[in-house]
């Protein structure tokens, strides 16, 4: 079992930045593929980015290449999202998910591989 808690939500404006992080519980967090994804009002939740368990690969979605960061500390049990650039669009729900995995290759991308989901912080992007 995973218990996840997302931080670092809040109202930016346009072009800022925040850096979300989730805090994950348990002592095999560095065996989890970890996930960001988010939804907004009317809309399915959707994949954001992805981090293998070592760190060493990452994937994000068409929308947010080049302006969002995914990391993660094993010794802190925590994976981070750095969110620069942001845009009115990016305003949603944001959640952390953890899934158990045996290899570092394996990194799911569908919402639907995700066992263990934190409670979600809001990122609000004025124009």
């Known amino acids: 079992q995973v218990q996840l808690v997302e931080s670092g939500g809040g109202l930016v404006q346009a072009g800022g930045s925040l850096r979300l992080s989730c805090a994950a519980s348990?002592?095999?967090?560095?065996?989890?593929?970890m996930g960001w994804f988010r939804q907004a009002p009317g809309k399915e939740r959707e994949f954001v980015a992805a981090?293998?368990?070592?760190?060493?690969?990452?994937f994000y979605a068409d929308s947010v290449k080049g302006r969002f960061t995914i990391s993660r500390d094993n010794a802190k049990n925590t994976v981070y999202l750095q969110m620069n650039s942001l845009k009115p669009q990016d305003t949603a729900v944001y959640y952390c998910a953890a899934d158990r995995v045996y290899s570092d290759s394996s990194v799911p991308l569908s919402r639907v591989q995700y066992p263990y989901w934190g409670q979600g912080t809001q990122v609000t992007v004025s124009s």
């Open positions: 348990g002592r095999t967090f560095s065996n989890n593929s």
């Open positions: 981090i293998s368990r070592s760190g060493s690969r990452t």
